[in-house]
């Protein structure tokens, strides 16, 4: 992290765009260097298995050479989904009892919520790949040293680094006998509090022993970050449902609000200094179903009107109703053929190839 973009192209980027090269069935590769991360997007054929292809990446990258990138440096790839996988947009806020928004809550209790309950059961959810944390701050401890404090007690910034490391850590030494019963023996040691990392010993002088909190300061603070969620202007934390490659997005989308009912009683709430009790809820951001729906009504509209519409002008062309019928039915006989055509050879009707049917009514 904070490598400038030509650091990442050089150390990164370039080495594994040379040794994806002999991935079979690759069409091109595509390489983005940013500040702090890469990202490459690799192409295959056409007709390649998309689950396939991913293994051939991931075997790719377990056989990597020793050396070819930095230490700490380790690709990953990403959901098992299409870029048209974005299906639900939601973010996290404080309700009152009407479902009137309140205040309350800081940006960084939104996002722990966000990151260690919802978005764990939305990922449980059958069908999604991924639930991705947008906004807010994430929590951490920080540590700001004193230069002057850290010189004037010969302490250097690796003792530091060091001295927190060594303190949050549990030791296990195995097992005693005492009267035939065995004891597990624990060394507890993980930091709980602030005043852990405080009381933390950086070096002994003199037998004295320096901790952290003589040459420096710690308390929680905010992780940096590179982008923000914006709602109606104002900063919000909400996060983003990526549905899997190959899934009903609809199906998932009902899934997930039955879900979401289910978690909001659990979620967190408190009351404010005026005496309103907020309530934390998921409000829905964008949710792909409404298209979907208003996709298929247009569909069936269409497909109704359109074979209306021919009855009457085969009807006067003809002067013969059973013929006008016989030929009518070609427009809803097509397209039930075209969608046992699409279930054979496992076409998916997304919303091009929908809207690809309702043009096609027309032509016929």
């Avoid at 991913?54 to 230490?71: A, Q, Y």
């Avoid at 060594?166 to 509090?193: C, P, T």
């Avoid at 002994?204 to 982008?227: F, S, T």
């Avoid at 200094?273 to 509209?301: A, C, K, N, W």
Wanted: charged share 20%; aromatic share 8%; proline share 4%.
């Amino acid at each position: 992290m904070g490598r400038s973009p030509q650091d990442v192209e050089d150390q990164i980027t370039y080495p594994l765009t040379v040794s994806l090269l002999g991935l079979p069935q690759v069409k091109t590769i595509r390489s983005y260097s940013m500040f702090g991360f890469s990202t490459i997007l690799i192409i295959f054929e056409d007709d390649v298995e998309f689950y396939w292809s991913r293994s051939r990446i991931l075997e790719k990258l377990n056989s990597l050479p020793s050396g070819t990138l930095p230490d700490g440096v380790q690709p990953a790839l990403g959901p098992d989904a299409t870029a048209l996988g974005q299906i639900f947009w939601y973010t996290i806020e404080g309700l009152d009892a009407e479902g009137e928004p309140t205040g309350g809550w800081d940006l960084h209790e939104l996002r722990t919520v966000q990151d260690w309950y919802v978005r764990y059961a939305l990922m449980s959810v059958s069908g999604v790949s991924e639930v991705a944390s947008i906004g807010g701050f994430v929590q951490e401890y920080q540590i700001d040293v004193d230069p002057d404090a850290m010189r004037a007690h010969g302490v250097k910034l690796q003792q530091v680094f060091q001295a927190v490391q060594r303190s949050n850590i549990d030791v296990g030494a195995r097992s005693i006998e005492v009267n035939r019963v065995e004891y597990v023996i624990r060394g507890l040691g993980f930091i709980e509090s602030l005043e852990d990392i405080e009381h933390s010993v950086v070096k002994m002088k003199d037998n004295v022993p320096i901790y952290i909190k003589d040459v420096g300061e710690v308390h929680l603070g905010p992780a940096g970050r590179r982008g923000a969620l914006d709602k109606a202007g104002a900063e919000a934390v909400g996060g983003v449902v990526v549905v899997r490659y190959g899934e009903n997005p609809l199906a998932t989308i009902n899934r997930l609000k039955e879900k979401i009912a289910e978690i909001s009683p659990g979620l967190p709430k408190k009351t404010l200094e005026d005496g309103t009790v907020s309530q934390l809820r998921i409000v829905p951001f964008y949710d792909r179903s409404g298209l979907i729906y208003e996709t298929l009504g247009t569909l069936s509209d269409a497909l109704i009107d359109e074979i209306f519409v021919t009855m009457i002008v085969i009807l006067l062309m003809v002067m013969h109703l059973r013929s006008s019928l016989l030929i009518s039915a070609m427009l809803p006989l097509s397209v039930l053929m075209t969608f046992i055509a699409m279930k054979v050879f496992d076409v998916e009707a997304n919303l091009v190839a929908l809207s690809g049917i309702a043009i096609a009514i027309g032509s016929m």
